[in-house]
Nanobody
Framework: VQLQASGGGLVQAGGSLRLSCAAS????????MGWFRQAPGKEREFVSAITRVGANTYYADSVKGRVTISRDNAKNTVYLQMNSLKPEDTAVYYCVADPRNLYGPRPRDWNYWGQGTQVTVSS
């Protein structure tokens, strides 16, 4: 599985961004998808996850209500719509995938990682 994330950038606090992640995989609907982020000097943290056909979604408390994860299985793509962005959302955002039904908050719960896309929120 290869993952290519895009859509990061510089945005003012209160603004919005939509991240995309294109997956190269034989059957996209066979993998759960998610997003992690890592701020400078901090550990990677779970942001959100979505089950294989999108029936269920999971969010970290820090982003709940401001972030929406979705997927388009016809396009092999998962999205992360982020609204009401805050400076503390500044991080490199990583797209992740895994065929197991874990959807866990630990990095080791996810086998496949993309290269990351930088999100910077200015105050």
């Amino acid at each position: 599985v290869q993952l290519q994330a895009s859509g990061g950038g510089l945005v003012q606090a209160g603004g919005s961004l939509r991240l995309s992640c294109a997956a190269s995989v034989r059957t996209f609907s066979s993998v759960g998808m998610g997003w992690f982020r890592q701020a400078p000097g901090k550990e990677r943290e779970f942001v959100s996850a979505i089950t294989r056909v999108g029936a269920n979604t999971y969010y970290a408390d820090s982003v709940k209500g401001r972030v929406t994860i979705s997927r388009d299985n016809a396009k092999n793509t998962v999205y992360l719509q982020m609204n009401s962005l805050k400076p503390e959302d500044t991080a490199v955002y990583y797209c992740v995938a895994d065929p197991r039904n874990l959807y866990g908050p630990r990095p080791r719960d996810w086998n496949y990682w993309g290269q990351g896309t930088q999100v910077t929120v200015s105050s």
